[in-house]
């Protein structure tokens, strides 16, 4: 397939971008599928974020912003345009002068959850383990064992596409369960505030020791996969349902019901977007004839 954006490379690039053609998206996915994007492009600072803004504006270019990949399942044609991705100084973690956390929404949120542990901070050992950024953990309110980001986040900076910057505090994040107000696609998420409070380093580090073991004991995390695949439906567990429909371990090429934790799919080996979709439809429509309840995806698909 012709790349229809390569002339825009020599203008990232004078910007100060990293930018990749026809790039692999099954490299940035935790699901190890998804063919090429006709443009990678990596931001370092504020500065070339709104130049890149511009340019795409300017020129109609698509534009896919990129987390850590952990929640995305990428279309086996690829993803025109570009795709972005924040790093440089958006990977930044330090304190802001009230004594709350400023995480730039590239920074993995593992590397967030270190930085609490080493500043003996407590409130966000649930999210040690989920394998997303903060912008992204931000962008769908992730969560797990009780905890969700909406807990600790104060306020999210943000661009519009339009390159005017802004911020989002309180109710205006509209927090529910994976869901922000970020998911309108209107606005890029630039930073994360988060108020933590002050705890034992020794118990907070047993917390998330313990919260590992039993992702590890519980989750396929030896397979690529997205995660859960099904938003937990009102008064049941997608993983449960399931399982009681006689699912695990079923197969559509490369993608499977894993037999360890019915909630997720994995590629068990070279499975395709499609291999993934078509699992899904058929978890749905069982699901439905045989309990009544309709499952709602929590991964998010993009591409062509």
Known sequence: MANDYMYCKPQLEAIGCDVIADEPMKNHTSFKIGGNADLFVTVHDQEQLLAVLKLTGDENIPLFVLGNGSNLLVSDKGVRGIVLRLGGRFCEIGFNSDGTIHCGTGAMLSKLCSFALENSLTGLEFAWGIPGSCGGAAFMNAGAYGGEMKDVITSCEH?????????????????SYRHSVYGSGKYIITGVNLRLEKGDKDEIQAKMDDLMGRRKSKQPLEYPSAGSVFKRPVGYFAGGLIEQCGLKGAKVGGAMVSPKHAGFIVNAGGATCEDVMNLISEIQRKVKAETGVELECEVRKTGE
């Open 159 to 175: 661009v519009d596409m339009q390159g005017e910057c802004g911020k989002f505090s309180g109710s205006e994040l509209d927090f």
